[in-house]
């Protein structure tokens, strides 16, 4: 047997822990989260994960459609998606699809590395704990609904007082696959695999060496300022969300928690906009 390899202790996964422990026991099982040095190399390290599994994937998906329609015929879509000669439909739905690939490598890419890292002992790395909502704590339920109540009246104010930016979220209205798509993305590739990242594995990381309140600021800026847009609202409007995403995550010591709060922030926010109540 590898000595260097992680391997978890033994424990009950039906029943969370909370955070403190959880680094805790993660420090004893040999699955230590890196340092702040070795925290920005992984990252570096996913991207280029992330890129590899999204180009072998964009590669599976194009030699299976020229099995289906031969050489010829993919060649043409591609040249054709490379100079822009695609309507207006199917470059949405192109964008859609490409936003789950992305989501999906980026996933992929922090997994393999946490399993890498932490071996059989990977879970803790990312706070991959078991969580019931019917079992969440005053706590959690207080920052659920205030979050909620937050998002409203700052998308009111933003409404208002704001132009609307062509980048802001908004749901095709004469395209159903589309909109079909955009569901996919919003709310179910992109709570999953951003949670992992900024809640599971960035996370982690900080609050292993910098404590709770510098973790949290830390990971819900980076996890803000890659919503940025041309009017920097949004960015802005995201941060208290990420703050909020980061106490549930802990306060109950698990990523599911966070993952299944932005799950469902999402997808109220996705029938807001496909009846056009924002």
Known sequence: MDENRAVAPKMSLSEPIGSAGLY????????????????????????????????????LIFMAYAAALGWTHTHNLLNDLLAGRIDA???????FAGSILIYTAFGLAVLSLARFRGGRAWRMLIGWQAWAPWKAGRVYWFIAVATLIYSFISNALIATYYPPSKDWFSVP??????????FLAAAVFAPVAEEILFRGWIYTSLRAQFGFWISLVVSSAIFAS?????????????????????????????????????????????????????
Do not use: W
Request: aromatic share 12%.
């Open 24 to 59: 805790a026991l993660a420090g004893k099982s040999g699955a230590k989260p890196y340092r702040l040095l070795g925290l920005c190399l992984s990252l570096a390290a996913i991207a280029v994960l992330a890129i590899v599994y999204g180009a072998f994937a964009m590669g």
């Open 89 to 95: 439909g199917a470059h949405l739905e192109l964008g």
């Open 173 to 182: 209205q004469d395209n159903r696959f589309s909109a079909l798509l955009l």
């Open 226 to 278: 890659l919503h940025y847009e041309e009017t920097h609202i949004y960015a802005l409007a995201v941060f208290p969300i990420g703050l909020a995403l980061g106490a549930m995550r802990e306060t109950t010591g698990s990523l599911k928690a966070s993952i299944s709060f932005h799950a469902f922030f999402n997808a109220v926010a996705f029938a807001l906009a496909a009846f056009n109540l924002e």
